[in-house]
Structures are given as structure tokens and as C-alpha cells.
């Protein structure tokens, strides 16, 4: 009887303990389960962001311990003390073979790049299949690595596009100092960008080289920087790209050399100056230097004010808008013909001291043209004007200063010219006072030529002064 009551007993613990012990069992296996695909899931990310993808379905989960011979392998991945960790990654704690699909179809839809999955408790993977889809957060036992490098490669494009914006400041002081954009980024090194941070300067956050493509015979010169992205090809969609031009360091350098010239040329007021500034530097001694504007083309000169400029970005002394100082063109500076020209026999000189002209120009093309500036040269009397009529309506009115041979007005509002449409331009008046009022100039027999915004230029003469009535 003793020994029944004893079996009896062993029978009772053996029936409470056995099945706690199974349970504790499988759940220290879930939890180990768990942590080692908290493991793989990361391992995955870092693999693909070394690599630009995630292994293949025939690399499986042993590329993130074993080198399957990439150049961009940095592994391995996960940190394994096992004397096999290819089983040891490719298997849970039941022993049993984890399912990777590196492009599973998922519902929801799109949520995961890649999915590694364990049958859980029962053993049997439930929840999908290689090919099939994939329900995620179910309510079977299955274990899930939900995969996505969305996150990822964000972070890793915003620190690209912060480097490449310091490239990009690094490519633009070396233009200002060459003129040109640099082939290599070796050539920004030391100088233009701190050496001590080493190969990795030069790399983004895929461990590949940033791309450089200048096109310096562009006007104004441009500069491409580019990543290829998490994919590693180029326009695979991923691509980051910074654009720069050299509008701006061209200005500067420019702006800097032409305050030096212009301090000279005011200073020496007794030397007279060729028309040809490649000579003409020597004489105001800076034979070193300012030779050649921010962009390396030769300065040019406004002989009647004795101005050094630079034709800008464009290089055009015709679109004076962009022109260094603004507005200002060389008055030896030869136009080109456009497609807005002057009517032959319309310009009229008028106005009590002669000093009212007006002119027709014609749209001679078959596509409609827009202009918001224009500018006036000529070479004869010392005048200024403050108002332009565009068809009787003011169109530019500047004072103080008021606008002298060669400097561009701009209009209050942009004229329009449908094909083969005609206005009539008409100034006035022309004074000889450069700041404001002064009495009217007699333009009568001027050669003047008139350059719009758009590139167009025409020339024309004022003709004789047809009346003796007052000026507006």
C-alpha cells in the first residue's frame, strides 16, 4: 500500500510537472528564437547596405557569416560563437530550417523587402510560402523577421545629401581658384577639404565612390555629384544627385577682382585707358593678376565711364542683365543681329532741345517673344534718360540714377510681342544730369543700338529733330 501511495503520488507530480516543464522548455526556445531573428533582421540590413541588396535565394542566410565573394562584403554580420554558424543562422532553436524569401508578397501589401520566417511551437510554417503570400502578425504560432531597408536607406540618403552638399562647397572654392570643376575628388583633398577624414570622404553610405560630372565648357559651367543609391546602378531610381553651377563662385571671385581694378582705374584718373584691358591692366600696375573673370574670360571695358566688367555667367555683354557690374555694356562691343529689329525709317528725334527719341522694332520671327529689359548704347553725346513708353504706356521710369549709354532698364512689366508684331518705343527725355533733372541733350543723327533681354540687337540713327516743342 506504501508503495502504491508513493507511484500515486509520482504520478500526480509528474502529471503537474512534466507539462510545466514543456512549456517553459518551448518558451525559452520562442525567446531564443525571437532574439536570433532580431539578430538576422539586422544582420540582413547591415548586409544590404554594404552590398545595395539582400542575398540571394542561393546565398540564403549564410552570406551574412560566410563571404559569398562580393567586393562590397563587410561581414560577417552577426556575431556567432558556434563552431558552425552557417547552421547555426540558418536553423532555429527547434533545429528546424528558417524559410528567407528575399521578395515575399505580404498582406498587407508591400511591408516587407524580405522575410524570414520559423514554424514556432508546432513546428509548421503556416502563415505562407516561398512564391505564395505571406499573412503577417497572425494569429499561429509562426515567428516572423519582417525585413525592410526603407527605413534604412532614408537615413542613409539624408547623410549622402549632407556630404554631397560638402563636396559640392569644396568643388565650388575650386572653381573660384581654377576657373573649372574639378575630374576627381583627390583633386579637392588638403586644400579644399579636410584630408584627415580619410578614404571615406570620398564614399556615401553604400560604400561606393561619390561620381563626379563636370561639364566645364557649359556657360556658366556646371558640376553633377551623384550616389547611386542603395541599388548601386546608375538611374536605378535610387540615385542622388546634387546639381551646382558656377553662377555663384564665378561671381565672387569677379565681383572681388573688379573691386581691385575699379579702386585702380578711379585712382589713376591722368592714365587713359586702350579699350583692350589685357593692356591696359599693366598700365594701372596689376600686370599679375585680373586678367581673366571669375568664369576665364578676359574683363572688358566701358570706354565713356571707364568701367571694367565682366559679361557674367552667360558671357554675353548683350543680356545685360547678368552682367558684372549689372546693366553696363562695353561700348566697343560689337551686337549681334536678333529677332526683335528696327523698322527702317520710324525713329524720330523731337522735343524742344531735340532730346525726345522714339523708334518702331518688329517681332520678325513666327513664335512670340517676351522681353523685360532693354538697354540703350550709344557713342556721342554724354546723356542719361529716366522713362521708356512701350505704345504709350510707362514701361521703365528709373531716377537716381538715371540710365546712361549701355546700362539696362527694366520693365515694370513685361512686354509681350506676338509674330511680326511692331511697338513703338519712345524715351523720354535726354538730360545731362546723371542723377536727376538736368536740361535736355540734343540726340538728333545719334547711332544708337538697343539690346533687349531676350539676346536681340538692332541698331538704328535718330535722324534729324523734327519739331521744336517742349520736352514732357
Known amino acids: ?32 528564437t525571437v532574439t536570433e531573428l532580431q539578430e538576422i533582421e539586422a544582420g540582413l540590413v547591415a548586409f544590404f547596405e554594404d552590398v545595395g541588396r539582400f542575398p540571394t535565394d542561393a546565398e540564403g542566410l549564410a552570406a551574412l557569416v560566410s563571404d559569398p565573394g562580393l567586393a562590397l562584403w563587410q561581414g560577417p554580420y552577426l556575431n556567432l560563437e558556434h563552431e558552425e554558424p552557417t547552421a547555426q543562422v540558418s536553423t532555429d532553436a527547434w533545429n528546424l530550417g528558417y524559410l ?35 499573412t503577417l502578425n497572425g494569429t499561429d504560432d509562426d515567428l516572423q523577421a519582417v ?47 579636410d584630408g584627415g577624414l580619410g578614404a571615406d570622404t570620398w564614399k556615401d553610405q553604400w560604400n561606393r565612390i561619390y561620381v563626379l560630372n563636370p561639364d566645364n565648357a557649359a556657360t556658366p559651367a556646371t558640376l553633377t555629384i551623384t550616389s547611386y543609391g542603395p541599388d548601386g546602378v546608375s538611374g536605378g531610381g535610387d540615385d542622388v544627385d546634387l546639381a551646382l553651377d ?34 591696359d591692366r599693366v ?25 571694367i566688367l565682366s ?24 551686337p549681334v543681329a536678333g529677332d526683335i529689329v528696327y523698322e527702317e525709317g520710324t525713329a524720330e528725334t523731337e522735343g524742344e ?48 540714377p538715371q540710365l546712361g549709354s549701355g546700362d539696362s532698364g527694366h520693365f515694370d512689366n513685361s512686354v509681350t510681342l506676338a509674330a511680326g508684331e511692331t511697338i513703338t518705343i519712345e524715351i523720354e527725355s535726354f538730360v545731362d544730369q546723371h542723377w536727376e533733372g538736368g536740361d535736355g541733350v540734343d540726340m538728333s543723327g545719334t547711332d544708337m543700338t538697343v539690346t533687349f533681354s531676350d539676346g536681340s540687337s538692332t541698331t ?13
Not at 165 to 192: I, K, N, S, V, W
Not at 286 to 300: K, S, T
Not at 358 to 386: C, Q
Not at 460 to 472: A, K, L, R, V, Y
Open 1 to 32: 500500500m506504501g508503495v502504491i501511495a508513493v507511484l500515486a503520488v509520482l504520478a500526480i507530480l509528474a502529471g503537474v510537472i512534466t507539462p510545466m516543464y514543456f512549456r517553459q522548455l518551448m518558451a525559452a526556445r520562442e525567446r531564443a
Open 100 to 134: 528567407y524569401d528575399r521578395d515575399p508578397v505580404t498582406v498587407p501589401a508591400d511591408a516587407a523587402e524580405a522575410l524570414v520566417v520559423s514554424g514556432g511551437r508546432n513546428r509548421l510554417i503556416e502563415t505562407g510560402a516561398v512564391g505564395g503570400s505571406w
Open 147 to 193: 525585413i525592410s531597408a526603407v527605413q534604412s536607406n532614408r537615413e542613409n540618403t539624408a547623410v549622402a545629401t549632407t556630404e554631397m552638399e560638402r563636396l559640392g562647397a569644396a568643388a565650388q572654392a575650386y572653381f573660384r581658384d581654377h576657373e573649372a570643376y574639378p575630374t576627381d575628388l583627390r583633386q579637392l583633398d588638403d586644400a579644399y577639404l
Open 246 to 279: 558656377s553662377v555663384l563662385p564665378g561671381r565672387k571671385t569677379s565681383y572681388f577682382e573688379l573691386a581691385i581694378s575699379q579702386a585702380a582705374v578711379a585712382a589713376q584718373t591722368s592714365t587713359a585707358l586702350t579699350g583692350d584691358w589685357t593692356v
Open 283 to 307: 598700365s594701372f600696375d596689376l600686370a599679375e593678376m585680373l586678367e581673366a573673370d571669375g568664369w576665364g574670360r578676359p574683363y572688358e571695358e566701358k570706354m565713356s565711364t571707364r568701367t
Open 311 to 334: 559679361g557674367g555667367p552667360d558671357a554675353d555683354y548683350f543680356t545685360p542683365d547678368d552682367n558684372i557690374p549689372p546693366g553696363i555694356v562695353p561700348d566697343d562691343v560689337v
Open 353 to 400: 532741345h531735340c532730346s525726345r527719341v522714339s523708334f518702331d522694332v518688329t517681332n520678325i520671327t513666327s513664335e512670340a517673344i517676351t522681353i523685360n529689359s532693354m538697354a540703350l548704347t550709344w557713342v556721342g553725346p554724354t546723356a542719361w534718360y529716366k522713362k521708356a513708353e512701350v505704345d504709350d504706356e510707362d514701361e521703365i521710369e528709373q531716377d537716381k
Open 460 to 472: 538704328f540713327n535718330t535722324g534729324s529733330c523734327s519739331s521744336s516743342e517742349e520736352d514732357d
